[in-house]
């Protein structure tokens, strides 16, 4: 089972940009998933989840400028963010509760996109 995530890149402050996740592999079940974020000397934090049938939750900071949703025919999880800050900065990570196919639920994670917002 992997994660892959993609659409990261270097953006001007209230600039918009999507970032995308992919779970591949032998899956039977995919519970929630969703974005967290890693700035640097800062602990992760969850930005964003979703569940399976599509209830999100999203941290204080990014409430009304970002989006999550998934696909869950692509196994797919997006974050649609909005109105990029500089204090957004940081490498982003895809996560997901997955149960393999003939094995036990976990969580699993992407490689990580930066997302950098400067002037």
């Known amino acids: 089972v992997q994660l892959q995530a993609s659409g990261g890149g270097v953006m001007l402050p209230g600039d918009s940009l999507r970032l995308s996740c992919t779970a591949s592999?032998?899956?039977?079940?995919?519970?929630?998933m969703g974005w967290y974020r890693q700035a640097p000397g800062q602990q992760r934090e969850m930005v964003a989840e979703?569940?399976?049938?599509?209830?999100?939750n999203y941290a204080d900071s990014v409430k009304g400028r970002f989006t999550i949703s998934r696909d869950n025919a692509k196994r797919m999880v997006s974050l649609q963010m909005e109105s990029l800050r500089p204090e957004d900065t940081a490498v982003y990570y895809c996560?997901?509760?997955?149960?393999?196919?003939?094995?036990?639920?976990?969580?699993?994670w992407g490689q990580g996109t930066q997302v950098t917002v400067s002037s």
């Open positions: 996560n997901a509760i997955i149960r393999p196919t003939g094995g036990r639920s976990g969580s699993y």
């Open positions: 979703i569940t399976s049938v599509g209830t999100p």
């Open positions: 592999g032998r899956i039977f079940d995919i519970g929630i």
